[in-house]
């Protein structure tokens, strides 16, 4: 079963800048293949989509709240999702995951996915 490995999650102080990456554990199986998203889920709140790309990584999107500071970017020769998290407020806390799916892309839902990342805690101090 193909898996989705994060990787760059830790601590960091409130307006501090963090980057994170996703890759598959499958050579078959292909960042390039699928549309991918980051999500993220903070204690007693649901998951929620914060960044959506396509299966080119030619336009992606962020949700409304890191809008101006996170960049998603998909790199198909790497193989690798990135996150890129910049001015971190403490309210963007939370486990982050990457999910990837067939079919069509820019999908907010977490149901839609079928294939997932364990997680990458991202903790933010004041």
């Known amino acids: 079963q193909v898996q989705l490995v994060e990787s760059g999650g830790g601590s960091v102080q409130a307006g501090g800048s963090m980057k994170l990456s996703c890759t598959t554990s499958?050579?078959?199986?292909?960042?390039?293949?699928?549309?991918m998203a980051w999500f993220r889920q903070a204690p007693v709140k649901e998951r929620e989509a914060v960044a959506l790309?396509?299966?080119?990584?030619?336009?992606?999107f962020v949700t409304d709240s890191v809008k101006g500071r996170f960049t998603a970017s998909k790199v198909n020769a790497e193989n690798t999702l990135y996150l890129q998290m910049n001015a971190l407020k403490p309210e963007d806390a939370a486990i982050y995951y990457c999910?990837?799916?067939?079919?069509?892309?820019?999908?907010?839902?977490?149901?839609?996915?079928?294939?997932w990342g364990q997680g990458t805690q991202v903790t933010v101090s004041l």
């Open positions: 999910a990837g799916k067939r079919g069509h892309c820019y999908i907010p839902r977490d149901y839609d996915y079928d294939t």
């Open positions: 499958s050579k078959t199986t292909t960042i390039s293949s699928m549309c």
């Open positions: 790309t396509s299966t080119s990584g030619e336009r992606s």
